[in-house]
Nanobody, 119 residues
Framework: QVQLVESGGGLVQAGGSLRLSCAASGRTFSSYAMGWFRQAPGKEREFVATITSSGGSTYYADSVKGRFTISRDNAKNTVYLQMNSLKPEDTAVYYC????????????WGQGTQVTVSS
């Protein structure tokens, strides 16, 4: 069993920045990949970014490439999502999830954190 707790969401103006954190417990954090996903009102949940277990490789959705950065600190059992140049269309609930590898379907999910970008 894995517990994931996201934090760092909030209200920000367009062009601003936020840093999301996801703290994990219950399994060996460094053994699995992590991902960030988001769900806007009335839309399906979508992929944002993913990172390998070692942190050596990262992958992004085209919509956030160049603006968002995923990273992890295995010593702190935490994965981060640095979001810069935020746009109103980034407004969503953001979720972190564990993955067996970067290509796998997520297995455990956090409860989500709300990000609202005002224009």
């Amino acid at each position: 069993q894995v517990q994931l707790v996201e934090s760092g969401g909030g209200l920000v103006q367009a062009g601003g920045s936020l840093r999301l954190s996801c703290a994990a417990s219950g399994r060996t954090f460094s053994s699995y990949a992590m991902g960030w996903f988001r769900q806007a009102p009335g839309k399906e949940r979508e992929f944002v970014a993913t990172i390998t277990s070692s942190g050596g490789s990262t992958y992004y959705a085209d919509s956030v490439k160049g603006r968002f950065t995923i990273s992890r600190d295995n010593a702190k059992n935490t994965v981060y999502l640095q979001m810069n140049s935020l746009k109103p269309e980034d407004t969503a609930v953001y979720y972190c999830a564990t993955k067996k590898n970067v290509y796998a379907t997520p297995d455990y999910w956090g409860q989500g954190t709300q990000v609202t970008v005002s224009s």
